[in-house]
């Protein structure tokens, strides 16, 4: 068992450094402002009718601080692909919202993105990518019930 834990933390790894290298379009953002900024777009998917996201939503999306987000969203925003807005309507709550040159970064990773997954079903068949799917999201659901698991067992700790 403990040899199988081995191979699977190094797999993860391998895994995770060669994710990482696979993309080269987000020049120097590391991977939490990736996924604040992929973050953003999915929020706006979820409501086409508007092009801003709370950075509250940002919050509850990622699970993250406050100050966790608000530190992204100072290096996406020095970087130019993103800037914070306030609505006349909610003037309390700060908003984000893609640049033009964040938008047309997005497109181009996006498109890079597809044609890679393309080209990994391709690679891997419609059968075996099924089955990676299925074992991915079943990796995910046990990787959240542990962290739950740990949270309740540190409340109780406490």
């Not at 993250?64 to 309390?92: H, W, Y």
């Not at 181009?108 to 080209?119: G, P, T, V």
């Not at 690679?123 to 990796?139: A, Q």
Request: proline residues 1%; glycine residues 4%.
């Amino acid at each position: 068992m403990d040899n199988l834990a081995d191979m699977l933390r190094k797999s993860i790894i391998d895994f995770k450094r060669t994710a990482l290298r696979t993309s080269n379009t987000f020049d120097k953002l590391t991977l939490a402002d990736m996924t604040v900024f992929w973050t953003m777009h999915g929020i706006m998917c979820q409501n086409p009718q508007t092009e801003q996201v709370a950075i509250g939503d940002l919050v509850k999306h990622l699970s993250l601080s406050k100050p966790a987000i608000t530190q992204n969203i100072n290096k996406l925003e020095d970087k130019g692909l993103v800037q914070r807005v306030t609505l006349r309507s909610d003037r309390r709550a700060t908003y984000v919202q893609f640049t033009n040159k964040g938008k047309l970064l997005f497109e181009k990773e996006k498109r890079n993105i597809d044609d890679k997954m393309a080209e990994f079903v391709r690679r891997m068949g419609d059968e075996d990518t099924i089955k990676f799917i299925e074992l991915l999201n079943k990796f995910r659901k046990i990787t959240e019930e542990m962290q739950t698991d740990n949270d309740k067992k540190e409340k109780g700790d406490k």
